[in-house]
Structures are given as C-alpha cells and as structure tokens.
C-alpha cells in the first residue's frame, strides 16, 4: 500500500515536501516514482528514484525545482518541490514498480497510492 501526503495550498514561489508511505516488508526494493494529473489532462511523469537511491529521474520542466529522495529505512519517499508555478497544480500520486524498466516506468508504474492534491496560486 502507498499513502501519499503533504499536499496543499499554495502560492506561486513557494514550497511544498509531499511523502509517501510505503508498507510491506519488500517495499524498500522497489523503484518510487511520483506522476501526476491536472484536470482536463493526461497522467504525467514527474520522478523516479531507484530502490537503492542510486538512480534518479526527473521530467524536464521540474529539474532543478524538484528533488525525489527516499529513506528505506522509513519505506517511504519524499517529493521536494520548490518554486512551485501554477502549472504544477495538480493531483500528485506515488507509485510503485519492480518489473518495468528503467526507461518504461516513466509510462507508469505497477502500484498507485490515492493522490495528494497540489494548488498552487499566481
């Protein structure tokens, strides 16, 4: 199960940390990632860190503003998010995923948390 967390309202230029929990006793070797939905639009990729922290992806329009992190020990996984635009309001889920590849998990991911909503406001 993942519980995601931390969402909120915003302005513009601020700063929100969402977090994930993960259960199970595996949870810690899967890869994390974070996508999210804005009204009216397609599910999209936002990051994705590897179970071992080693590895790191992130959608173009939020590098330098984001940053995925994780604590295995706590099986959970934080979404850094800084200098937030209006653009990036939406619903923000986690997800989970130990099959897919590196490159296909950006396409989604095989467990999905229930959202966590992100307004953010000009």
């Known amino acids: 199960q993942l519980q995601a967390s931390g969402g909120g309202l915003v302005q513009a230029g601020s700063s929100l940390r969402l977090s994930c929990a993960a259960s199970?006793?595996?949870?810690?070797?899967?890869?994390m990632g974070w996508f999210r939905q804005a009204p009216g639009k397609e599910r999209e990729f936002v990051a994705v860190?590897?179970?071992?922290?080693?590895?790191?992806d992130y959608q173009d329009s939020v590098k330098g503003r984001f940053t995925i992190s994780r604590d295995n020990a706590q099986n959970s996984v934080y979404l850094q998010m800084n200098n937030l635009k209006p653009e990036d309001a939406a619903v923000y889920y986690c997800a989970a995923d130990a099959r897919r590849s590196w490159a296909q998990q950006r396409y989604g991911m095989e467990y999905w948390g229930k959202g966590t909503l992100v307004t953010v406001s000009s």
């Open positions: 860190i590897s179970w071992s922290g080693g590895r790191i």
């Open positions: 199970g006793r595996t949870a810690n070797r899967y890869n």
